[in-house]
Nanobody
Framework: EVQLQAFGGGSVQAGGSLRLSCAAS????????VGWFRQAPGKEREGVSC????????YYADSVKGRFTISSDNAKNTVYLQMNSLKPEDTAVYYC????????????????????WGKGTPVTVSS
């Protein structure tokens, strides 16, 4: 079974950039949609972005469109989330996740459960 490990969180000032990585082990991503959720203190978890490892189709939440870019390197079994123009409201713990059923616009349903969760990585954006 796929196991996920997330890297790349940290602290940055508003307007800065970070890149998150989600690396798979134990199996390949080939049959999965892989992406990110985030949870800010006192708020519900929300779907941020995902990419289909089958056809590379992508999805972004409205709150990150135009600022975040998701990509994959199938050879490395790794998915990346490039986060630019970061805002204080992007502050959250970011969780990598993979699911065989969710695609695109349905990614948000993953807040109720996905096939595989990775451990979170914190992102803090200061104003």
């Amino acid at each position: 079974e796929v196991q996920l490990q997330a890297f790349g969180g940290g602290s940055v000032q508003a307007g800065g950039s970070l890149r998150l990585s989600c690396a798979a082990s134990g199996s390949t991503f080939d049959d999965y949609t892989v992406g990110w959720f985030r949870q800010a203190p006192g708020k519900e978890r929300e779907g941020v972005s995902c990419i289909s490892m089958h056809n590379n189709s992508t999805y972004y939440a409205d709150s990150v469109k135009g600022r975040f870019t998701i990509s994959s390197d199938n050879a490395k079994n790794t998915v990346y989330l490039q986060m630019n123009s970061l805002k204080p409201e992007d502050t959250a713990v970011y969780y990598c996740a993979a699911d065989r059923s969710l695609v695109g616009e349905t990614w948000y349903i993953g807040i109720y459960g996905v096939d595989v969760w990775g451990k979170g990585t914190p992102v803090t954006v200061s104003s």
